[in-house]
């Protein structure tokens, strides 16, 4: 069977900036927008130019990608000519590729929302996409409601769909603007429009409403549709958009698809994919979804004793792709229930080279679980659990000491007469000989403790230079005043590495230094830093 060409549409900077408490400036849009385009989206939808500020600034710019960069907007308005709609021009003025138009094609939308006549909706399509065209640019249109407009009344939300097509739009996308479709819904309706429109000139454009937004996308496919929209990490207003981060592996390793189609994204470029997802999180501020499938921390890690042995043996036993395809990791967990088979298969995996039958395996074994049963939990802090391991097997430099700490929360009026609370740490540290002091206010004693920390360890001080917290959690374990606090910590190097570790107390101050020590000394491991 011949080949067949999916292409990939990313509305990210579109209709993932409608996600609640996402905010992209000119920088994310166009860092995104690089990311996606060395990725090999086909299609980048970079706003709405005309609609806000930064979108206008965005596509007056000259931006040197390889992929089609899209700008989003409206049909012309009912009632007015091409020539004579702002909205419109705004759109065609802009440095794009191509345009989407989103225009309405369920009836009583253009009855409701709209208030024109049906005629008016079907000659303001072919209008704007002739209009478009006559710019040279590449067109496409948005059939909002295009599911539930097809089930209401098919021959119009079809005549919609036609007319763009008749006038020479390059695509037709079918959305599923309320997401409420269901996949064996989608599979029919699309196979139904293909015998009108060819399938490599039908999108589809899934909302996740029922947490199906992926199988509708690839429902169409199986129906016939060419190109799929969606976005990083499934961003997205109310439950979001097609996740192109699964949709993508799925793609390019499952064989129903791979067998059938190309898509513009390399294996090379596919191992870059769960970095991809974490630097959009990351520039959202936002902790990654360990959960999410491919891409998440724990999208293969495994936990019971008796999987890990086998794992160890032959990954594909409980594994349905290997990680590495898409630039994530095997992670075996230590835990309470953990066996030695899965402390073994962790050491293996940090790198730590022991005899499977040395005796402080099973020492190490034991602490854990005593430490597990006191609140640290290592399967979510790798790195503590290796600096564990490495002081177990006696592999950890004794680098610097730390001989006093002082922490001051203060209330106060200030100058102004506002209340202010300040911060203080101060540090004693003892590296080798010298013995520093380090002062640091911060926004919060563990700020303050943290700055302080990593403000002077004399000759190590390069080795940390380049190390920050990406994210700080705590929890407090079995209540009451026997409390413990439980701090996970998670840091970031220059290269993007990221680690997490972990301290426990009755004090969170002290469970957070705990956690802070780890990180710093585990930083100072990585980077080989001399005695
Ligand atoms: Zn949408």
Known sequence: MARERVYLFDTTLRDGAQTNGVDFTLADKLAIAGMLDELGIDYVEGGYPGANPTDTELFGKDRNLDTVFTAFGMTRRPGRSTSN?????????????????????????????????????????RDSVRAAKAKGREVLLDCEHFFDGYKANPKYAMACAKAAYEEGARWVVLCDTNGGTLPDEVEKI?????????????????HNDTEQAVANSFAAVRAGARQIQGTLNGLGERCGNANLVSIIPTLKLKPEFAERFDIGVTEGALKKLAHVSRALDERLNRA????????????????????????????????????????????????????????????????????????????????????????????????????????????????????????????????????????????????????????AEGN????????????????????????????????????????????????????????????????????????????????????????
């Open 85 to 125: 709609d702002t909205g419109l021009a705004a759109l065609l003025d802009a440095k794009a590729d191509a345009i989407c138009f989103v225009a309405k094609s369920w009836d009583y939308h253009v009855k409701v929302a709209l208030e024109t006549t049906n005629e008016e909706n079907l000659a303001s399509i």
């Open 444 to 531: 919060g004693p563990v700020n303050a403790l943290d700055l302080a920390l990593r403000k002077d360890l004399g000759k190590y001080q390069k080795y940390i230079a380049g190390l920050k917290l990406t994210d700080y959690r705590v929890r407090i374990l079995n209540g009451g005043t026997e409390a413990v606090t439980r701090v996970l910590i998670e840091s970031e190097d220059e290269r993007g590495e990221r680690w997490t570790t972990v301290g426990v107390s009755a004090n969170i101050i002290d469970a957070s230094f705990q956690a802070l020590m780890d990180s710093i000394v585990f930083k100072l491991l990585k980077s080989e830093a001399p005695l």
């Open 288 to 439: 990654p979804n360990r959960h999410a499938p491919y891409v998440g921390e724990s999208a293969f890690a495994t936990k019971a004793g008796i999987h890990a042995s086998a794992i160890k043996k032959d990954p594909t036993t409980y594994e349905h792709v290997a990680p590495e395809l898409i630039g994530n990791r095997r992670k075996v967990l230590v835990s309470e229930q953990a066996g030695k088979s899965n402390i073994l298969a962790e050491l293996d995996r940090v790198g730590i080279k022991v005899d499977k039958n040395d005796t402080r395996i099973g020492r190490l074994l034991e602490i854990v679980k005593e430490r597990e049963a006191i609140g640290y939990a290592y399967e979510s802090a790798d790195a503590s659990f290796e600096l564990l391991a490495r002081r177990t097997l006696g592999k950890v430099p004794n680098y610097f000491d730390v001989t006093q700490f002082d922490v001051n929360v203060e209330q106060r009026i200030n100058a102004k007469g506002e209340r202010v609370t300040v911060t203080m740490a101060v540090v004693k540290v003892k590296v080798g000989e010298d013995n520093l002091i380090s002062a």
């Open 190 to 206: 699309v196979g139904e429009v293909v015998k009108v429109i060819p399938g490599d000139h039908v999108g589809i454009h899934a």
